[in-house]
């Protein structure tokens, strides 16, 4: 908006103000506004430009929103013209894009005789400051009750699921640790398994470092590399394709080390001539 | 003569304690523990914003985000998941003495403990290794149906970042909790695990040392596995999660539909 400097004023006042102003003891900059109101005032008058009165219709719809005209002892009027047309809640890019407001329809209030028709500048917000919200309104419902409700019933039933499974499963503890005794076979967790598996085939640094490594970073690389806009599964068979792939392959790897690795991780089947499954979980 | 006794008037009593300033203090404006509910739209969006929840849903979200097929809910009880395992873990944890001496591994000798007289300690136990069983079950196909619906595309790119970050953080939660019991299951699987440590190229003898806190599984293996698991790992799985959640609302709610 437009700085104070830019506000023509009768300089002679503006000294003399300031100098009685600071004569009384006021604060420098109490005075110094003071001097400017009274140097502005003294400039109107003597230029014939009634004071604090409004622009003409047609100027003020320049200044869109906040629209300031007469405030501020006029200042601020013709600054909000200049103002990028960021005003108040109304981000138009460009002044080319101010919106001209339809004629009113129906009754139209009057003003009430002698109030002066002013308004005031609330804020000024750059273009830049506003982040605009683009989503459809779409067919939208209440969180509550109807999601959390949904999320409550599956909280209880995975509650009730793991409570009764843990009351009749126990979960497995064996003998104190030996590092001295290698149980036969000595297998990972159920979900490094198919790694397990992979060092069969694999050497190590295979199987154990670059695979791994490959997994995360091929994950985390997935968005960046399928530049398909689209998620309808039609439009999608490739990735589809290949990310199933790449999980059976997974489950089925971890499959074969848990269930069909025995003693010694040789192949066996499970329902073979071996009592005991070798897995525990 | 028939004895009359003072009725409580239930209702003025109530509307008493909402008046005073505990209660004020405790509900918002505007909460319909304040205010009272009736089932209308205005109340309905009150109850959310009025409520702690309010940091992970929204007022309103599209329709099709509350049909099961379309998340089966796995997000939310990996989540579930979590906070269970955090409980159960934390319970199990005034029983549960990290040292694996040789001679006095009071580690096993307190898992005995937890299995045999503590009080509920067994069903806690229990429903804290299925539990964990299950999160790894559940986040793994969670990222499953986030890539069949394309939940990762633009502007979602990152929060698919985080929650593989999550899933390996995950797993490594379940990984370092596995050694813990310090049985024969624990230490060889973690034997097995660690040894593949020991061929990453260049520095696989200084990550080896630093995963195990010695050259082979020992008692300082359990001590720092310890800590990664009750403190360490936690930490961070929660910041991701904080990540992962906020991102979810600022890139438009749940994805979809298909």
Known sequence: MATREETPMDQAVFDKTMETELGKGTDRRVAEGRARAAGVRAYRKAHGEPEREAKPAEERSHAPAASAAGGDGGAAAAGAAQVPAGAVAYAAPGAAAVRTAPPPTGKVPAPKPGAPDKHRLLALVAPEGIQRVEREQGDRINVFPHLLMEEFVSLLVMSAFLIVFSTFVNAPLRELANPNLTPNPSKAPWYFLGLQELLRYFHPQIAGVIVPTLILVGLMAVPYVDRNPSTKPGDRKLAITLFTMLFMFGAVLTMAGSFFRGPSFNWIWPWGQHTSLFFDL | ?258
Not at chain 2, 8 to 34: C, M, Q, Y
Not at chain 2, 129 to 150: D, E, I, K
Not at chain 2, 175 to 202: C, E, H, K, N
């Open chain 2, 1 to 258: 003569m028939k004895l009359k006794l003072p009725r409580p008037n239930l209702r003025e009593a109530g509307d008493k304690v909402r008046e005073t300033e505990f209660w004020k203090s405790v509900f918002r404006p505007g909460s319909i523990f304040r205010r009272g509910y009736k089932d209308t739209q205005r109340d309905r969006a009150l109850a959310m914003m009025n409520n702690v929840l309010y940091h992970l849903h929204p007022v309103k979200i599209k329709r099709h985000g509350l049909k099961l097929t379309y998340t089966f809910c796995l997000g939310g009880l990996s989540f579930f998941l979590f906070v269970l395992l955090t409980i159960t873990g934390i319970y199990l944890m005034f029983f549960y003495r990290p040292s694996a001496d040789i001679g006095a591994a009071q580690a096993y000798s307190d898992m005995l403990q937890i299995r045999n007289s503590v009080f509920f300690g067994d069903l806690v136990r229990n429903i804290h290794r299925w539990g964990a069983h299950l999160m790894v079950f559940t986040v793994s196909l969670h990222m499953a149906r986030v890539f069949y619906t394309g939940a990762y595309k633009p502007p979602r790119e990152f929060n698919w970042v985080v929650g593989v970050i999550l899933l390996f953080l995950t797993l490594g939660l379940s990984f370092t909790g596995y050694l813990l019991p310090w049985d024969q299951l624990s230490i060889w699987a973690v034997q097995v695990g660690t040894s593949l440590a020991g061929y990453s190229p260049l520095i696989a003898n200084q990550v080896k040392f630093i995963l195990l806190g010695g050259i082979e599984v020992g008692p300082e293996t359990l001590l720092r596995w310890y800590v990664l698991h009750v403190l360490f790992l936690p930490f961070i799985l929660v910041l991701f999660l904080a990540v992962h959640f906020w991102r979810i609302r600022k890139d438009g709610g749940i994805s979809g539909p298909l």
